[in-house]
């Protein structure tokens, strides 16, 4: 059974640098083809896609946020860690992690998401 | 970039009633379409994808069609647990892109 765990602060201040940590079981990055990605909800709207890491570290970003969002991986610890510098209210939303296929772009399944409101 | 919109923004259908719902793209994306299901405080979860081949687990009352810019999510008879957010998205170009969703309430 394949799971993802999203974690982080819930609460940051405007300007602060934002890190959450995505933990998976149920497979591995290790393995061709495997990829994560995080994806953001803002209260009451719509999905917007993030970033992607994939198995052989390949890394890719919204070009909207490319200049704030880091992505990054420890495939010993089933790990996927994203940062966000320079956070603003807008910012404030649920964030995803969900596992994707590089062959299959769609996104299943998905963690539960985790608030993150961003307020001084 | 590709341009993703959902229509209606909201659907009020009464329990086993049939519900349409349509996604459509500003161009071409084959048939790399995606649906989700999202409840309130819930994660979206995987119904459809390739347009048209239901997930695992996904009940055949789901069924998707179509392919280039217009698609569509059918729900035959609507089940209580069906009253949720549909969210279609797209995987032909890059970035992966979401529609701005379908609200399915309780008419």
């Known amino acids: 059974q394949v799971t993802l765990r999203e974690s982080g602060p819930a609460l940051v201040k405007p300007t602060q640098t934002l890190t959450l940590t995505c933990t998976f079981s149920g497979f591995s990055l290790s393995t061709s083809g495997m990829c994560v990605s995080w994806i953001r909800q803002p209260p009451g709207k719509a999905l917007e896609w993030l970033a992607r890491?994939?198995?052989?570290?390949?890394?890719y970003y919204s070009t909207s946020l490319k200049t704030r969002l880091t992505i990054s991986k420890d495939t010993s610890k089933n790990q996927v860690v994203l940062t966000m510098t320079n956070m603003d209210p807008v910012d404030t939303a649920t964030y995803y992690c969900a596992r994707i296929n590089a062959y299959f772009n769609w996104f299943d399944p998905w963690g539960q998401g985790t608030l993150v409101t961003v307020s001084s | 970039e590709i341009v993703m919109t959902q229509s209606p923004a909201t659907l009020s259908v009464s329990p086993g009633e049939r519900a349409t719902l349509s996604c459509r793209a500003s161009q071409s994306v084959s048939s790399n379409l995606a649906w989700y299901q999202q409840k309130p405080g819930q994660a979206p979860r995987l119904l459809i994808y390739g347009a048209s081949t239901r997930a695992t687990g996904i009940p055949a009352r789901f069924s998707g069609s179509g392919s280039g810019t217009e698609f569509t999510l059918t729900i035959s008879s609507l089940q209580s647990e069906d009253f949720a957010v549909y969210y279609c998205q797209q995987y032909n170009n890059w970035p992966p892109l979401f529609g701005p969703g379908t609200k399915v309430d309780i008419k």
């Open positions: 890491i994939d198995w052989d570290d390949d890394k």
